[in-house]
């Protein structure tokens, strides 16, 4: 067809031809091909698609004054389609793309978030993982510290915190050594030189202290020694332990002031460890370095540190402290204080404190001797009643006392106690004849009746008699300090306001007193002595022996010592176990309730440090005060008391008729009622038929152990909680519990019995152990006891 359009050609193919070549050459595609036509590349929809070959082709058009072939309109057509369809394609592709990243996007999120904890937990896990390196580092270093000396004891030397481990492994101990020392100051192994030969461990800080440690191992014992030395004037070594640590309790060091049963209950500053009046001074007439906890651990220091305790029950601590004063501890036993101490630790309390006090009392003993330790058991001390005054004592007073003795008829005679008014001036230890003209025969007339006479001597020596004149002649006497021997100490005791006492240092000082007391038993056929030695505080105050004393108590230990071959039945304080048949006596005790409450916590206190004997005063008391002295008591001449009231005399007979000794100053027989009688003679019977065959028995056991006869209920069981804390029951040996009424107007109490079968001694029922008694009646006229019976009995 030729166009009329000037050099234009068009072909026109038919559609069918058109579907037919486009069918041929691919059947499937929907894309437009290109076909070359006379050398030239020409691109077009020239044919249709099978979609498009099912619509009909439109008619010619005429646009722009042009007229179109259908197929050329439909090329036009099929672009504008074309980018209409892509317009709709890109939003429809675009919601598609952003539905499909709608789930990836809340993916991201959760990962984001989940990322974010995981930081999280590895910034928490790092700071954890950097303390507890940390942490085992700083163990760990301890760890060496503490294991390169010592098997059981934890010590550091930095902070100077120390924890005792028992056989178990378990901390029974722990505190802080060396409290005064700058925390700051680092310590160092001791120079060569400072380092003692016996394996110690020895730590020095800097021109402040140095610490000597030590360990010893015998198995399930295990002691280890602490030792300070100052380096500096103003350095007291300190050293704090825990009071209570597992509900364990601290005993021990005698008898405190308010008369407290254990030390965990008490409070107090830092005082000087030495004898005094435990009303007036922290410690009272019965001392040992010694104390014991009832978890097993224990603590007994050198006799030669100048030491002082503290207790504080608020800050939970246990103090010892070494430092020199002006008077307990004048004496500089070394240039700068020292502290020395051990601590030991076993399987349990009672086998603790057998291995700590286990002491052989045989040494040295005499048939003689153990004649009289039996006769103090068995028959009554009595004591002749006096007035304040030392002429209330005659030889017609004894001798009338006697009488009334025998006139009851149903106790057994013993010894008649004379105090120091027997002469004219304390110190002239010879008789009064003036009040005792015929002193011999009144003695030889007891002698034969079944009496023993025993006489009160004191070291002091009163500045009215004619010995003083003679003992500062011959510088028998303490004398002042820095006085050169010239000058002598005086001091006051009970009835004496002014007295020297003797230097028992002085060698020629013990021959003088023993002439004088050997003339006196030969003339007068005295069979016993007592020595009243007061206590440290009653030195004088500016004291200076011969010999230089460790302490003040040391004094009243070489005396008795001195005098053993003479022969005496107790005496009035102690520092340590006097050699028996000497009994430790207690305190003047005051007639009251409060005094009948003392004298239990002074028998078990005692006890506790090793004192087995204890002689526990006249039954009513010593003396009468109704309210309490601002002085020792020893400072005044105190009269007997009046006739104490009819139920304090009746429940203190009940109590001490378990003692280990009985002592009388006023009789039953001076009630003049039949009542008391009964009752006297009743405890007199289960004393002769229970207490006494007991006594007898563990005397042995108190000789080779030094284990007290009356005893705390812990010793009979020291894992029973209930029996440590337990002060107002007690055990004689092992086979017999007390629980004493102690208290006015009260006939019932509660009642613990330990683990066992026992017998009730007033109705004879059984009861068993591990339990309480709840309002257990007891009669004004009984006294509540428990006699143990074998442990296969059944009932």
């Not at 057998?354 to 009554?380: F, R």
């Not at 006497?477 to 005086?490: G, V």
């Not at 519990?737 to 029922?765: C, F, H, M, N, T």
């Amino acid at each position: 067809v030729i166009d009329d359009i000037p050099d234009t050609l068009t072909i026109s193919i038919p559609e069918t031809n058109a579907n037919t070549t486009q069918h041929q050459k691919n059947e499937d595609s929907d894309e437009n091909d290109d076909f070359e036509f006379m050398g030239r590349k020409k691109k077009g929809n020239l044919f249709r698609t099978k979609r498009r070959a099912s619509i009909a082709p439109l008619p010619a058009l005429r646009l722009n004054d042009k007229e179109m072939l259908a197929s050329d309109f439909d090329t036009y057509s099929l672009a504008s389609n074309q980018a209409s369809i892509t317009s709709v394609n890109s939003v429809a592709s675009l919601l598609r793309e952003k539905m499909q990243a709608f789930p990836q996007m809340i993916r991201k999120k959760k990962r984001e978030t989940k990322d974010y904890k995981i930081k999280i937990f590895v910034i928490i896990m790092f700071f954890i993982t950097v303390f507890l390196i940390g942490y085992a580092y700083v163990g760990y270093h301890r760890h060496v510290l503490t294991y390169s000396y010592f098997e059981k004891i934890k010590f550091n030397s930095k902070d100077r915190f120390i924890k005792i481990l028992n056989h178990e492994n378990k901390v029974v101990m722990a505190g802080q050594l060396g409290v005064t020392i700058n925390m700051d100051s680092h310590p160092f192994h001791c120079l060569e030189d400072r380092r003692k030969q016996d394996g110690s461990v020895c730590v020095e800080w800097n021109g402040v202290a140095r610490l000597y440690m030590n360990f010893q191992d015998m198995d399930v014992f295990r002691c280890y020694t602490i030792h300070w030395q100052a380096l500096s004037t103003n350095q007291f070594p300190i050293d704090c332990y825990e009071l209570t640590r597992n509900n364990g309790l601290w005993f021990g060091g005698g008898i405190n002031k308010d008369m407290q049963w254990s030390l965990s209950s008490k409070d107090f500053d830092f005082s000087p460890y030495a004898s005094g009046d435990a009303k007036v001074h922290q410690f009272g007439n019965g001392v040992k370095r010694y104390f014991i906890n009832s978890i097993g651990v224990a603590i007994q220091v050198n006799e030669k540190s100048p030491l002082h305790l503290r207790v504080n029950t608020t800050s939970n601590e246990f103090c010892l402290k070494a430092q020199n004063d002006d008077f307990t501890f004048v004496n500089r036993l070394t240039p700068l204080p020292e502290l020395q101490y051990k601590i030991c630790t076993t399987e349990d309390m009672r086998s603790l404190h057998m291995l700590m006090t286990q002491q052989s009392l045989w040494d040295g003993l005499k048939e003689a001797d153990i004649k009289m330790l039996h006769t103090l058991i068995e028959e009554p001390i009595w004591q002749i009643p006096h007035q304040s005054q030392w002429d209330s004592i005659n030889e017609t007073t004894v001798y009338n006392y006697s009488e009334d003795v025998i006139a009851m008829g149903f106790m057994r005679l013993g010894h008649i106690l004379i105090n120091e008014f027997w002469q004219e001036n304390i110190g002239d230890f010879t008789v009064d004849i003036s009040r005792f003209p015929t002193l011999k025969e009144t003695i030889d007339v007891l002698h034969r009746r079944g009496f023993k006479i025993v006489f009160t001597i004191q070291p002091f020596i009163s500045t009215d008699s004619e010995n003083f004149k003679d003992a500062v002649r011959k510088k028998l006497l303490i004398y002042e300090r820095h006085s050169e021997r010239s000058i002598p100490a005086l001091t006051r005791y009970k009835s004496v306001s002014s007295a020297g006492v003797l230097d028992i240092t002085n060698n020629a000082s013990i021959p003088w007193l023993k002439e004088k007391l050997e003339k006196l038993k030969e003339e007068y056929k005295v069979d016993s002595f007592y020595l009243d030695l007061g206590t440290s505080y009653n030195l004088p105050h500016y004291y200076q022996c011969r010999q230089t004393l460790d302490n003040p108590d040391m004094y009243a230990r070489l005396f008795t010592q001195s005098l053993e071959s003479i022969g005496f039945l107790g005496v009035s304080t102690a520092s340590r176990v006097p050699k028996p048949p000497a009994f430790l006596s207690t305190l003047p005790i005051n007639s009251s309730w409060s005094g009948i409450r003392e004298i239990m916590t002074t028998v078990l206190n005692d006890g506790i440090i090793g004192y087995p004997f204890i002689l526990p005063g006249a039954i009513g008391g010593d003396y009468a005060l109704a309210k309490s002295k601002t002085k020792m008591i020893s400072f005044y001449s105190l009269p007997q008391p009046t006739l104490p009231e009819q139920e304090l005399f009746i429940r203190w007979m009940q109590l001490i008729t378990f003692m280990p000794a009985m002592q009388f100053s006023h009789l039953p027989s001076e009630y003049k009622s039949d009542y008391i009688t009964d009752v006297t003679k009743e405890l007199i019977n289960i004393r002769k038929t229970i207490v006494i065959p007991l006594l007898k028995k563990y005397l042995t056991e108190s000789m080779n152990e030094g284990l007290p006869l009356v005893r705390p209920l812990w010793m009979l069981d020291p894992h029973d909680p209930a029996c440590l804390s337990i002060s107002d029951e007690f055990s004689v040996g092992e086979e017999l519990i007390v629980a004493p009424i102690l208290d006015k107007s009260v006939e019932e109490r509660e009642v613990y019995l330990p683990q066992g079968v026992w017998k009730d001694g007033i109705d004879g029922s059984l009861r068993k152990g591990s339990r309480w008694i709840h309002s257990y009646k007891v009669p004004k006229e009984k006294i509540a006891y428990f006699i143990k019976l074998p442990d296969n009995t059944r009932f």
